[in-house]
Each structure stands twice: as C-alpha cells, then as structure tokens.
C-alpha cells in the first residue's frame, strides 16, 4: 500500500523559479527520502532526512520534515529545464528490519525554458 | 564501479511463459530489492533479500520467485507470465537497514 502520497500531482514551471513538492504519510517513521526519476530510466537519491531532523540542505534542494504533521517538503530553487523529471518521496517505517522503502506515486515537473 | 546493472532492458513475453530478469551489483551490498512500477502506481516492492540465503516477500510477491545465492546476483523469476505483470521492473541494492538505495536501469516487460 502506498505510504506516502506527493502533491500535486503535476507541476509547470518557467526556469529560475523556485519548485515545491509535498509529501503525506501515514506512519510513523525511521527516514524519508526523495528521489528524482528522469523519463525512462531509473530513480536517483537526491536526500535522506531521519526522523528526528527537521530540514536540510543539498545544493539546490532544500527538503524539511514535519513529523507531528506526517509531512515533508521538497524545495528545489532557481530550477534549470535539466531538473525536468517526475520526483519521489519515499519512506522507511520505524523499526524496520530492513530499509523496505514505500513509495509515493510522484510528483512530474517540467520546467521549461 | 558498474553500480546495479540490470537485463535485458526489453522484453516481451506470450502468456504463460517463463523468464528471468537479472540483477548484479558490484558494491558489495547486502541489501538488495526488486520493485515494479506501472503508470500512477508508484514503485511497489516485489521481493527483497537481506543476505545471500535470506529472501523475503514485499507487498507484490504473487507470480514472482526469487533466490540468491551470491550477495552480487539477485534474479527475479517469472513462473507463467500474465498480461496483468507487464510493467518496468527496477532492482535496487543498498548498504545500510535504512540508508538511501541504489536503482538499476530497468526492465520494460510486456506480455502479451
């Protein structure tokens, strides 16, 4: 079953401007990652936040966590046409045994020039 | 490093048939997993395997078989190909219980 659900379900934006990406989940968890998918080919880690971190920072991509909430955010500033791709966010339940990773079913953005 | 590379990156099948997608990584993972991912779905795990020798099932296990044998070598096996498994299937390895996982390029299946 589908653990976390992105928002929206599609984004179009101008190069230069900032993309925000949502992210809902149901239970509680261990780590939340995000990963970028580019047409046809495999998914990319962009970031991984734990549970007990509330933001953090890669390059461009600001992700934060909201665990009272059961939500996080993707923040990618000044977009470029290259950071066109459907983006997923993943979760890692709490007390796993093993990092089974439950996708959303992802946001697509396209940035145009 | 080659990473996780997967074959073949195409395929098509005729209902009822057999077939093998193959998985390798060359980091040395212990972790390894195979999802599927159909349009508006999401990815959903198949199998994953913890070690060589371990396997378990994941939230899609039906129609599915998996062994490992090697902590390199995951095969996914498909017993009697069914129009409902066409899909791109992606195998996935990782380090840690919980850290970030390393996706292949794919398979796109379609059966017929």
Sequence with gaps: SQQGEEDPQALSIQEGENATMNCSYKTSINNLQWYRQNSGRGLVHLILIRSNEREKHSGRLRVTLDTSKKSSSLLITASRAADTASYFCATVPMNSGYSTLTFGKGTMLLVSP | NAGVTQTPKFQVLKTGQSMTLQCAQDMNHEYMSWYRQDPGMGLRLIHYSVGAGITDQGEVPNGYNVSRSTTEDFPLRLLSAAPSQTSVYFCASSFGTSGR????????????
Aim: net charge positive.
């Design chain 2, 101 to 112: 996982q390393y996706f292949g390029p794919g398979t796109r299946l379609t059966v017929l």
